[in-house]
C-alpha cells in the first residue's frame, strides 16, 4: 500500500510547528514556484519525500551540488497544488491547537471539528487553498464497500419500533432470542443482511399456516459480541444525530465526539 493519510498525518505530528510552518506559509503565501529546500534527512526532508510518494511533489535535487551541505529540494506539482495545501494546512492548524492524529483523520473524511471550522469558511474555499473536505484517500469508496455499511444504510431508515425489538433483546442479554417480522418488513431487511454479514441465522417461516408469510431470525452465538457493539455504537449514533458516513468515519478507525461516551466505556 503507498503513502496514506495517517501517515502524512503521523509524521506532521511528530514535527516541530516550525517545521510544519516551512510548507504552509508557501501555501499561505499562494507561492506555486517555489522550490522547497531542507537539509537531507531532517523532519521536512523526510515528510517532503513522502508528499513525493504520494506523487505531489517533484524532487529536484541538491541545490548546492558540490559544497558540503547535504542538501534535498522538491516543488510542488502544479495539479496537486490543492492536496498539499489542504494536508499542510490542516496538519498544521490541527496540531497547534493540540489535536490528535485520528481527530484530524476524522475531520479530513467529512467531520466538522470546531478548531478547524476556518478552513471550511466561503473565503478559505474561494483561496483555493483548503479543499472541503481534504484528500480521502478513497475513503468515500471504502466506505460504500465496507461491510457494515448495508447494514447502516438499513437501520438509518428505521423506525424507533422496529429497532427497540432489537434493544430489548440485548439489553436483556437474551442471546436465545428468536426475532419475528413480516416477510418484506424493515426489519426483514436488516436481519436479512445480518446474515449475509455472517451475524445472524435465518430460521425460517415459523407460522406456515398463517395467510401472510414471517421470517425467523436468531443471532449466533459467536456473533453476539460483534452484533451488539454494532447496534450500541448505531443506536447512539443516529440519536445523536449522525448520519451513515459519520458513523462510517468512526467505523474506519476515526473519531466524533458525539459517541465519546461509547468508545470510551469500550462497549463490547
Given at each position: 500500500?503507498?503513502?496514506?493519510?495517517?501517515?502524512?498525518?503521523?509524521?506532521?505530528?511528530?514535527?516541530?510547528?516550525?517545521?510544519?510552518?516551512?510548507?504552509?506559509?508557501?501555501?499561505?503565501?499562494?507561492?506555486?514556484?517555489?522550490?522547497?529546500?531542507?537539509?537531507?534527512?531532517?523532519?521536512?526532508?523526510?515528510?517532503?519525500?513522502?508528499?513525493?510518494?504520494?506523487?505531489?511533489?517533484?524532487?529536484?535535487?541538491n541545490?548546492?551540488?558540490?559544497?558540503?551541505?547535504?542538501?534535498?529540494?522538491?516543488?510542488?506539482?502544479?495539479?496537486?497544488?490543492?492536496?498539499?495545501?489542504?494536508?499542510?494546512?490542516?496538519?498544521?492548524?490541527?496540531?497547534?491547537?493540540g489535536?490528535?492524529?485520528?481527530?484530524?483523520?476524522?475531520?479530513?473524511q467529512?467531520?466538522?471539528?470546531?478548531?478547524?471550522?476556518?478552513?471550511?469558511?466561503?473565503?478559505?474555499?474561494?483561496?483555493?487553498?483548503?479543499?472541503?473536505?481534504?484528500?480521502?484517500?478513497?475513503?468515500?469508496?471504502?466506505?460504500?464497500?465496507?461491510?457494515?455499511?448495508?447494514?447502516?444504510?438499513?437501520?438509518?431508515?428505521?423506525?424507533?419500533?422496529?429497532?427497540?425489538?432489537?434493544?430489548?433483546?440485548m439489553?436483556?442479554?437474551?442471546?436465545?432470542?428468536?426475532f419475528?417480522?413480516?416477510?418484506?418488513?424493515?426489519?426483514?431487511?436488516?436481519?436479512?443482511?445480518?446474515?449475509?454479514?455472517?451475524?445472524?441465522?435465518?430460521?425460517?417461516?415459523?407460522?406456515?399456516?398463517?395467510?401472510?408469510?414471517?421470517?425467523?431470525?436468531?443471532?449466533?452465538?459467536?456473533?453476539?459480541?460483534?452484533?451488539k457493539?454494532?447496534?450500541?455504537?448505531?443506536?447512539?449514533?443516529?440519536?445523536?444525530?449522525?448520519?451513515?458516513?459519520?458513523?462510517?468515519?468512526?467505523?474506519?478507525?476515526?473519531?466524533?465526539?458525539?459517541?465519546?461516551?461509547?468508545?470510551?466505556?469500550?462497549?463490547?
Open positions: 500500500m503507498g503513502v496514506t493519510l495517517r501517515d502524512l498525518a503521523q509524521t506532521m505530528h511528530d514535527m516541530e510547528l516550525s517545521d510544519l510552518n516551512v510548507l504552509a506559509a508557501v501555501i499561505d503565501r499562494g507561492d506555486r514556484s517555489a522550490v522547497l529546500v531542507a537539509a537531507r534527512g531532517s523532519p521536512n526532508d523526510i515528510f517532503w519525500r513522502l508528499l513525493m510518494a504520494r506523487g505531489w511533489l517533484v524532487e529536484l535535487g541545490p548546492r551540488a558540490g559544497s558540503e551541505l547535504d542538501l534535498m529540494s522538491y516543488a510542488i506539482k502544479p495539479e496537486a497544488w490543492k492536496d498539499v495545501g489542504s494536508v499542510a494546512i490542516c496538519g498544521r492548524d490541527a496540531f497547534q491547537q489535536m490528535t492524529v485520528d481527530e484530524l483523520l476524522a475531520f479530513q467529512g467531520y466538522n471539528d470546531p478548531r478547524l471550522m476556518h478552513l471550511l469558511s466561503p473565503e478559505a474555499r474561494k483561496a483555493g487553498r483548503y479543499p472541503s473536505p481534504a484528500p480521502r484517500d478513497d475513503g468515500a469508496e471504502q466506505m460504500r464497500g465496507h461491510p457494515d455499511r448495508p447494514m447502516l444504510d438499513a437501520m438509518y431508515v428505521m423506525k424507533p419500533s422496529d429497532v427497540s425489538v432489537m434493544i430489548s433483546a439489553q436483556l442479554g437474551d442471546r436465545d432470542a428468536v419475528i417480522t413480516p416477510r418484506g418488513s424493515e426489519n426483514d431487511r436488516l436481519w436479512t443482511l445480518m446474515v449475509e454479514r455472517g451475524w445472524f441465522v435465518d430460521r425460517g417461516n415459523p407460522y406456515p399456516d398463517m395467510p401472510f408469510e414471517t421470517a425467523s431470525y436468531s443471532v449466533k452465538p459467536e456473533s453476539w459480541n460483534q452484533w457493539g454494532f447496534m450500541i455504537c448505531a443506536v447512539e449514533a443516529f440519536s445523536n444525530g449522525m448520519d451513515v458516513d459519520d458513523l462510517m468515519v468512526v467505523f474506519m478507525g476515526g473519531y466524533d465526539k458525539r459517541l465519546a461516551r461509547v468508545l470510551n466505556a469500550g462497549a463490547e
